[in-house]
């Protein structure tokens, strides 16, 4: 078995930790095959995310060998396993190899009472057992606090304190349910980031399409580590997007992690294969048609320079630029297609054509293609 040496995370500001083949994985219905699970990894560590949260080991011998052949890979990436709050589910986790782990409690009076069916000193010590035992085989510790955004703060910095004084190395502020919107995600996580000194992780949930916004708000207020899955996959509504993570905090908050983010694409079409639940075609970031242009004032300001109507390079993310003619398309595109094409038409001769592209559009509920083009623009100079 392989103990493999990680990259220096200590040295990132700010660390992605991929939970695709964890909460990614946990999409209802969606079950990676071994291969699926090698290649998303590899890919992941190649494009450089620093942490990759690979799997329950608890959940029996076939997710044990999966955990024990991403470790055989000898990633550059830590690799860390979701455990329950229990010696059995983290032993298992060390018989794969693994040498970091998160230990996971419910920590607000909802679950303790109703899911968990204890009081809060059974979680303290339940804690305190299982950070015992990893300080014996001398893991990395993430506590990872479930339903953290519906608990009592105070009772998170109480078991935040009982972590660091027990050797954990972060706490995982959890939103379970994705409830919270970036504003009070970014006071909960400072109140913490005031109270107790030990690194803070977020995760957060897309129920109220926020979890990329919420993500933010942690790391701006201070969390250093980050939950991502490729294509928002997890439970649910999903996590928030490694691809929108990274491309949001390069482009809206100035903040380059160093990721290759070229393969994104290549990335995001992999695993929406992988998860049979395939990319929309206007998601955010890596769909295929997020820099399609259609409308005239956009064609024409693209044409004369991209910068007018896109926020960062398609190239980027490994995308391509598409300008289509359509329903809304102006003149100085319809032109300039038609040059592309090898057919010189003028400015006034490009409007007239455009009612017979409009119609055209209506009537097929699309774009045109090319070869439509062609025989719209024939027909219309035989015509006039
Ligand atoms: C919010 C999240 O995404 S957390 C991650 C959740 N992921 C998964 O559940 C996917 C994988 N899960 C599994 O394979 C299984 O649920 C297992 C192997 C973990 C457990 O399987 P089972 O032993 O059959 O238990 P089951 O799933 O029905 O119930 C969970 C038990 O764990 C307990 N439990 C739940 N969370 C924790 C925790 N963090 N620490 C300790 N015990 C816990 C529950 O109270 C319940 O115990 P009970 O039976 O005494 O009431
Ligand atoms: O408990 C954890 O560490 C993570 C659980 C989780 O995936 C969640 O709360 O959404």
Excluded at 105 to 115: N, T, Y
Excluded at 342 to 354: K, N, T
Aim: include cysteine.
């Amino acid at each position: 078995m392989a103990f493999h040496s990680w990259q220096n995370l200590a040295d990132q500001p700010i660390v992605i930790d991929d939970t695709t083949l964890r909460d990614g994985e946990q999409t209802a219905g969606v079950a990676f095959t071994l291969e699926e699970k090698i290649t998303i990894a590899r890919m992941l560590d190649e494009i450089g995310v620093g942490e990759l949260e690979c799997g329950i080991p608890a959940m029996g011998a076939a997710e044990q060998a999966s955990v024990r052949a991403l470790v055989d890979l000898g990633l550059r990436a830590r690799l860390i396993t979701w455990n329950r709050a229990l010696v059995s589910d983290i032993q298992a986790s060390l018989d794969c190899g693994i040498r970091a782990v998160d230990i996971s409690l419910s920590v607000s009076d909802i679950h303790i009472a109703h899911k968990l069916r204890k009081d809060r000193a059974w979680v303290r010590d339940q804690l305190k057992r299982a950070l015992d035992f990893c300080a014996r085989h001398d893991l990395y510790v993430s506590v990872g606090g479930e339903d953290s955004s519906r608990a009592d703060l105070d009772f998170i910095v109480e078991l935040m304190q009982i972590a660091k004084e027990r050797g954990a190395d972060r706490f995982r502020f959890c939103d379970t349910l994705g409830i919270l919107d970036p504003f009070a995600t970014f006071e909960k996580i400072s109140y913490l980031r005031r109270h107790v000194d030990l690194d803070l992780e977020i995760h957060t949930h897309n129920d109220l399409g926020m979890a990329t916004a919420n993500a933010i708000a942690g790391i701006k207020a201070g969390a250093r580590f980050v939950n991502t899955t490729v294509n928002g996959l997890g439970e649910r509504a999903g996590n928030a997007a490694l691809e929108e993570v990274v491309m949001g905090l390069k482009h809206a908050c100035g903040l380059e992690l160093g990721l290759d983010t070229r393969r994104f694409v290549a990335l995001s079409r992999f695993v929406g294969r992988a998860s049979c639940r395939p990319v929309p075609e206007w998601k955010a970031v890596v769909g295929e048609r997020v820099f399609a242009h259609e409308s005239g004032l956009h064609a024409d300001g693209v044409l004369k320079n991209p910068i007018n109507y896109e926020g960062f390079d398609p190239g980027e993310v490994g995308l391509g630029r598409h300008l289509v003619l359509g329903k809304h398309s102006g003149s100085q595109a319809l032109v300039q297609r038609l040059k592309d094409l090898g057919v010189e038409v003028s400015r006034i001769e490009a409007m007239a054509l455009l009612d017979r592209v409009r119609s055209m559009s209506e009537r097929n509920k699309r774009a045109l293609t090319d070869a439509e083009l062609l025989t719209l623009a024939r027909r219309h100079a035989q015509v006039a």
